[in-house]
C-alpha cells in the first residue's frame, strides 16, 4: 500500500475530505511535481497541506518539509504525519502559520480527536481541575485564563505554532511562569517537558470528554 492509499484510509468515514497530491500538482511543471506534500484535507472550512515522514526518510527529506511550506503561498494551515517523532525538531516547524500540527504514529486516535475536537467539553475540563469562573482568553499564549490570572493551555495534539507562542511568552515573562497551566493529551506530554520543564502539566483523555450537541428545531 501506498502512504497516499494509507492516508486515504485512514480519512474513510471520518467526514475529513482527503485529497492526493496527483490531484493538486502541476504534470507540466516540474518544481510542483517535486514538492514533498502527499495531499491536502479539507475540514472546517479549512484546507490543510499534508505530509508525511516514514522511518524510512531521510534527514534531506525531512528538511525538504520545512523548506517546502517555508514557499507555501496557498495554504495557511498543514499536517505532518509522521511514524517517529525523534526524528525531528519540532522548533525547526514553525512558519508564523495559523497550524502546523503533527501527528505521531498510531495516528487514528489523533485523527479522530482533531475531527472532533469542536466537541470537547472544555468546560467540564476546566470545573475538574478547579478552574472556576475561567473564561475564554484573548491572550496569544493561551486558550482560557480565571480571574485570578491563571492561564489555561490545551493541547489536544501537538501544534508546532501554538507551541511557539507558549515558549515566547515562557521565555519574556518569567514572573508569570507559576500563572501558566497546560493541559494535554498523554502523547503530548514528552514534547512540553522537554521545552517547558518546571510548568505545571495536566494530562487528560480528551475522547472521554468529546460529546454530541443536541440540535432543538422550534
Excluded at 504514529?105 to 466537541?119: D, G, L, R, S, T
Excluded at 485570578?148 to 515566547?168: A, G, H, M
Aim: charge should be neutral.
Amino acid at each position: 500500500m501506498t502512504t497516499i492509499s494509507y492516508l486515504a484510509s485512514l480519512f474513510i468515514g471520518s467526514g475529513i475530505e482527503f485529497i492526493p497530491s496527483f490531484e493538486l500538482k502541476d504534470d507540466n511543471y516540474f518544481r510542483t511535481q517535486s514538492r514533498p506534500f502527499v495531499g491536502s484535507i479539507k475540514f472546517n472550512g479549512n484546507n490543510y497541506l499534508v505530509y508525511y515522514i516514514s522511518k524510512k526518510s531521510t534527514k534531506r527529506f525531512c528538511n525538504s518539509i520545512i523548506y517546502d511550506f517555508q514557499k507555501e503561498q496557498k495554504y495557511k494551515q498543514a499536517i505532518l504525519f509522521i511514524e517517529d517523532i525523534n526524528m525531528i525538531d519540532i522548533k525547526d516547524y514553525v512558519f508564523g502559520s495559523n497550524q502546523f500540527i503533527i501527528f505521531t504514529f498510531p495516528f487514528e486516535n489523533w485523527i479522530y480527536v482533531f475531527n472532533e475536537q469542536f466537541k470537547i467539553d472544555y468546560g467540564k475540563i476546566l470545573n475538574e481541575f478547579g478552574y472556576n469562573n475561567s473564561f475564554i482568553s484573548e491572550w496569544y499564549f493561551c486558550d482560557y485564563e480565571t480571574k485570578n490570572k491563571q492561564f489555561i493551555v490545551f493541547f489536544p495534539f501537538i501544534d508546532c505554532e501554538k507551541i511557539y507562542k507558549l515558549r515566547l511568552f515562557y521565555r519574556e515573562n518569567r514572573k508569570y511562569i507559576e500563572n501558566l497551566h497546560i493541559i494535554c493529551s498523554k502523547n503530548v506530554t514528552n514534547i512540553l517537558n522537554k521545552y517547558f520543564p518546571i510548568l505545571e502539566i495536566n494530562v487528560v483523555d480528551f475522547e472521554k470528554y468529546i460529546k454530541e450537541f443536541k440540535v432543538y428545531h422550534l
